[in-house]
């Protein structure tokens, strides 16, 4: 693996984990209406 | 007509929603896709189309859909003559039947493919019979024939058919949405478990010829002339566009289920980067690092060279697992199960919405409602089996599941953002949201989404032969425009081949074969249109 791919790879996983985790724990810990 | 089906939980709704968007295509066509334009540099438009094009979206469809639901309508003919006025409008919506049927026809055969592989890979099929053998065995397919006649292809299909109607015949709560919950954790952990085991190869292991990291280097590694290339932001847009189900008219009646002020924009928000996770992080794991691993890397770059991993998947992949000794059969079972899992979630998504048309405009019964779209797909599907060798199944795939969904797209944001009004819409998305919308993205919904949108669409009707600037040098030299056989143009008009019925022996030719899919999809389309027509002219009777 060249340098760029390691960086490509670990900012698009990182960016896409972070909304993924954030996103869906705010779904589960919002209070029922 | 007052109705008592609803989710069971918000959790369940949002795994439902993202097992409707995650498909093959996260796994088969989103590797090939990246590798074949620009590596790691093609993640910068596929992003930049997400936020631009797929998160408006999702929350257009949503909004549309909850918006219905309060009317009592849960399908798109119903939500779009809400939107508007003008009677026109639920025709508009027709479509959001007809592609969910006329994609669950070909799209249920694909699924039964996996659950067959399933099989197959359990009981060592892949031992005895190479898998490039295997498949046209399994199709039906024989040389210079038109037809298949597969027994065992056949009886997958029916059994995958069952499976739908069983689970649609459920409801809400207790078939779509249990499926969900148990198909996408498993989906997850089979596609994690494979992702390590091909990443984690140790050098000098039976069979390999490349580091696995070699394989992931191919998709990642930035090429930064890919930035240029408009084909790299069509194909980055087309991806997002496609991964996400949007213009189908599922999403809709999924949100038509919530009530008045639940949420709508952290759901959507949630289900649409869980795709990108399995997409981006599963399915760029898996396929390519080890197809390299034991093939080499010039090899997988032929065989992923038009944008599409279905061969490596199918044919070629079997037949590496069987270099994992003892977890060989678990493998198989692993990655055809991932398949299978993604398959379901999303063709019981088609079928919801049928269901609800009929349920809602024609007050039938759940059960019946299930078994009327088992037996509409059947019947479609059986087609693509019959004729799968003469290119029904690639027409339906190309006038359904690309063409129709992008119309669909262009249409309903049109008419959210500029005839229900954006003063509206926003208060729509907004309503009972659990995050904080963003304020740019009003604007992005009324403006840059439509416009991308429309981009998508002209791109794809004049698509040329070779690049773009070729293209335009030879229409201003004089010579015309090179439509490209794959353009809406060249596939309306044949572009490509020689166009004729019957060969010189008389007999039923490819062409043949095209025209009479095409006379069947319209004749659906007509189908949809009628029935909303019906309904709606029965609807008024009762209400004088």
């Known amino acids: ?33 | 007509m007052a109705r008592t089906e609803g989710w069971g939980s918000r959790t369940g709704l949002v795994l439902a929603v993202a097992g409707n968007a995650v498909g093959l295509g996260n796994f088969l066509r989103f590797p090939a896709q990246a590798a074949q334009h620009g590596g790691g540099a093609f993640l910068i438009p596929y992003l930049v189309s997400f936020v631009l094009i797929g998160v408006p979206l999702l929350w257009v469809e949503w909004a549309i859909g909850r918006h219905g639901g309060r009317f009592g309508h849960h399908s798109a003919p119903g939500m779009f003559d809400r939107l508007g006025r003008h009677p026109a409008y639920k025709y508009f919506g027709t479509l959001g039947i007809f592609t969910c049927l006329t994609v669950a026809g070909y799209y249920c055969y694909i699924e039964s493919w996996t659950l067959a592989y399933v099989w197959h890979s359990i009981v060592g099929t892949f031992k005895t019979i190479p898998p490039d053998q295997f498949f046209p065995r399994y199709l039906g397919q024989h040389e210079a024939s038109l037809f298949a006649l597969p027994g065992e292809a056949a009886c997958w299909f029916l059994l995958t058919l069952v499976l739908n109607v069983w689970i649609l015949s459920r409801g809400l709560a207790k078939g779509v949405e249990l499926a969900a919950k148990i198909g996408m954790p498993l989906l997850i952990v089979f596609g994690a478990v494979l992702a390590v085991r091909g990443l984690t190869l140790p050098a000098g292991s039976a069979g390999l010829v490349e580091s696995p990291l070699v394989g992931l280097n191919f998709v990642w590694n930035p090429k930064p002339s890919g930035l240029l290339d408009p084909t790299t932001w069509l194909a980055a847009a087309g991806q997002i566009f496609f991964t996400l189900s949007v213009g189908m008219g599922s999403i809709h009646c999924y949100a038509a289920y919530l009530k008045e002020n639940d949420d709508i924009a952290l759901n959507a928000a949630s289900a649409g980067w869980m795709n990108e996770f399995v997409e981006v992080i599963l399915g760029g794991s898996i396929l390519i690092p080890i197809a390299t691993a034991y093939l080499g890397l010039e090899a997988v770059q032929q065989a992923t060279a038009g944008g599409s991993g279905f061969g490596l998947g199918f044919l070629t992949l079997p037949k590496l697992f069987l270099n994992w000794g003892w977890f060989a059969p678990v493998a198989g079972a692993m990655w055809f199960g991932l398949l299978f899992f993604a398959g379901i979630t999303s063709s019981l998504a088609m079928g919801q919405p049928v269901m609800a048309f009929l349920e809602d405009e024609f007050h039938v019964a759940r059960n019946k409602a299930a078994l009327v779209f088992g037996a509409v797909t059947a019947g479609l599907g059986f087609f693509c089996v019959w004729l799968y060798p003469g290119g029904a199944f690639d027409e339906f795939d190309f006038w359904t599941g690309t063409f129709s969904l992008v119309v669909f797209a262009l249409i309903e944001t049109f008419i959210f953002a500029w005839v229900f009004g954006m003063e509206k819409g926003w208060d729509e998305i907004t309503r009972g949201a659990d995050m904080k919308v963003p304020r740019v993205f009003r604007y992005v919904i009324q403006y840059v989404t439509p416009f991308l949108l429309l981009f998508i669409f002209l791109a794809a009707l004049v698509k040329p032969t070779g690049d773009w600037g070729a293209a335009l040098a030879s229409l201003t030299a004089g010579h015309g425009w090179p439509f490209a056989a794959d353009s809406v143009i060249g596939k309306l008009f044949h572009f490509g081949g020689t166009y004729r019925w019957f060969d010189a022996a008389g007999r039923g030719t490819r062409e043949l074969v095209v025209d009479l899919t095409r006379v069947l999809l319209a004749a659906v389309l007509a189908g949809c249109m009628a029935l909303t027509w019906h309904a709606w002219r029965r609807e008024r009777g009762r209400a004088r």
């Open chain 1, 1 to 33: 693996m060249t340098r760029a791919a390691w960086i490509m790879l670990a900012a698009t996983w990182a960016v896409i984990a972070y909304f993924t985790i954030r996103f869906f724990w705010m779904v589960l810990k919002a209070p029922k209406k």
